[in-house]
């Protein structure tokens, strides 16, 4: 059937706008779609209570996302059926040429809904997985299987690297000849400015201008695992002690991380920032960051943070391997490694010098590699090559 004449239409969906790096990239695409002259438009869910949105990100990039609340929750066979049928409506209504999915539970309803509507194009990113160190193990396999049966009715499957495609795929999800490797694109921009910042946080904080500073960008939550940060920040500070650590966002674990620093004498040692906006100004005057994760995709904080010339020390999880030049731009250390994240950090604070090196080589790996440019590119190519072998203009 010939493709009618006008713009292709994209509607792309995720669980919910919490803060993190799949709603920051769901919608800057889709405000990059839209200017490249798709439709292109976002379909989200409502964020648990308690937890941030990033409402203001849309706001900033013009894109209104249509709201249907209960596509936030967890996976319901009583509220599920309703999601679905919403999905499935507005998908035959609009007859969208792609769907492409975010997240879990967006993969999943809006997957079978876009099945179902004879959407020609549907596409799922894997920005993690939950396959580890989330669920139970039944509800883990209850996963796995699911996400087999959604590779059935996927058009592609993308994944952020070849590590996170081996992974998947290597629990039987999809073929082979169904994924795609597209690493994640950011809006650097003001990362890439961050130095005009130079002096403001620490002005701020009354942080003296040669302590070393440390920071972990991350929502204070267990996957995160903030334990071995503070434990790598208490073995730093056997070392220097007078070295300050900043402890960046939100989430239900943070009274319990608050009393747990206490408990190891790092009251004058850690500050919790909560949630920021202006995370240039952070990296502008730390001399290192880190990330402690047990579990990830490709980390957003580490793209920003060399991005702003600030070099890192990250876990061996996801994709972080392909963000961190281990060696030139930071390290990568084991997980659940306190001592290996604490030596990775003293080399780093050992020599501002060298490190101001590391941070340049990190910026240079990362831009443009992650620019939301290229990633609007890239998937805007993906599109059309899967509608053209559809026999679709």
Partial sequence: M?????????????????????????????????????????????????EGNMLWLAAQNGVEPVIIPALGRELSPLRDPAVLFALYRRFRR???????????????VGRMAAWLARVPVRIHTFHGHVFSGYFSPAKTRFFIELEK?????????????????????????????????????????????????AGELRSELGIPEDAP?????????????????LRAAALVSEQLPDARFLIVGDGPEKARLEALAEQMGLREQILFLGFRDDLPRIYADCDA?????????????LIESLAAATPAVATDVGE?????????????????????????????????????????????????????ERLASDLAGLYTSLLQEKGMR
């Fill in 149 to 197: 049966r959604l590779a059935r009715i996927s058009t592609r499957i993308i994944v952020l690297g070849q590590r996170q495609q081996a992974e998947i795929l290597g629990l039987g999800i999809g073929r082979l000849e169904q994924y795609v490797q597209v690493p994640l694109g950011l809006d650097l921009s003001a990362f890439l400015r961050a130095g005009e910042h």
């Fill in 94 to 108: 609009l007859r969208p040429d792609v769907v492409h999915t975010h997240t879990a539970k967006a993969g999943a």
């Fill in 213 to 229: 500073l440390v920071a972990i960008v991350a929502r204070l939550v267990p996957i995160k695992n903030h334990d071995v940060f």
């Fill in 320 to 372: 972080t391997r392909a963000v961190i030049s281990d060696g030139k731009s930071g390290f990568v250390v084991p997980p659940s490694d306190p001592g290996a994240l604490a030596g990775a950090l003293l080399e780093l604070l050992g020599s501002r010098e060298r490190a101001r090196e590391m941070g340049l080589a990190g910026r240079s790996h990362v831009y443009p590699r992650f620019s939301i």
């Fill in 2 to 50: 010939p493709f009618p004449a006008r713009p292709i239409r994209i509607e792309r969906v995720i669980a919910r706008l919490n803060i993190g790096g799949p709603a920051r990239h769901t919608i800057l695409l889709t405000r990059h779609h839209r200017d490249m002259g798709f439709v292109s438009e976002l379909v989200a869910g409502r964020e648990s209570p308690g």
């Fill in 289 to 301: 960051t880190a990330l402690s994760s047990n579990n990830e995709g490709m980390p957003v904080a």
